[in-house]
């Protein structure tokens, strides 16, 4: 929108702005504040490349908290293979379990850790079966959703949480492929939850190797293992 203004008073706004500006220009710098937040990253080491996320914790921090204490092996979780509860770099070794080309990829599954590529199921240490998509690390923590209508999902490469209904997020995460008009069923909707909105968590956007993301996808289900996550606050370049 454009507004006339007279030239008059745009020279006397000018003119009374001056004083304060050189006064402001004359105070010492400001120090830097060593408590400010910096940007944090994920860098997805993939058998196929990388692909580097700039997380979100302003708009999600429970859950940009959650992925980053897994991948960092500072959170306790419990193993749904041997049933014991550890710690350590819960990501690495697994795989991307779920796979759609044009929608998007999913991994996360603890399941899945040291798994040929191409499997389907692990076994607990007593021979059960269970197929990968079906775990997490022994606990569920709640959605961090807008409003109903907003659009989280309209730009590609964005990392979200995976869940099985409302308030169950767990561990197992996706990064799109497709977006906008093309995944309408990720955008939160109203619903009967407790929060009264439902959907997929969005926690970080890719800033690099998002070209990736379809060619794991292409792949096949089980056929790209995410080798490690680095956490980081530098700019990955995903070289």
Excluded: W
């Excluded at 897994?70 to 049933?83: F, I, M, N, V």
């Amino acid at each position: 929108m454009t507004r006339s203004i007279l030239a008059g008073a745009v020279l006397a706004a000018l003119v009374a702005a001056a004083p304060a500006a050189a006064a402001e220009a004359a105070k010492p710098p400001a120090k830097a504040d060593k408590g400010a937040a910096k940007d944090l990253y994920a860098v997805f080491e993939t058998s196929r490349g990388r692909i580097g996320v700039k997380l979100l914790p302003g708009e999600a921090p429970k859950t940009v908290a959650n992925f980053v204490e897994l991948a960092t092996g500072k959170r306790e979780y419990r193993d749904p293979l041997s049933g014991a509860t550890q710690k350590g770099s819960y990501f690495d070794g697994t795989l991307f379990h779920r796979v759609i080309p044009g929608f998007m990829i999913q991994g996360g599954d603890p399941a899945t850790r040291g798994a040929e590529l191409g499997a389907a199921a692990g076994k607990t240490a007593q021979g059960q079966q269970i197929s990968f998509g079906v775990s997490g690390p022994g606990y569920q923590f709640e959605d961090e959703l807008p409003p109903p209508g907003t659009r989280l999902f309209g730009s590609p490469c964005v990392l979200a949480m995976a869940n099985a209904g409302p308030d169950t997020n767990g561990s197992q995460f996706f990064i799109t492929e497709g977006a906008g008009a093309r995944v309408p069923q990720l955008e939160p909707r109203a619903c009967t939850s407790r929060a009264g909105v439902c959907g997929y968590t969005r926690f970080g956007q890719g800033v690099c190797g998002c070209e990736l993301v379809g060619k794991v996808a292409k792949a096949g289900n089980s056929q790209t293992r995410l080798v490690k996550v680095v956490i980081t606050s530098t700019p990955p370049t995903c070289k």
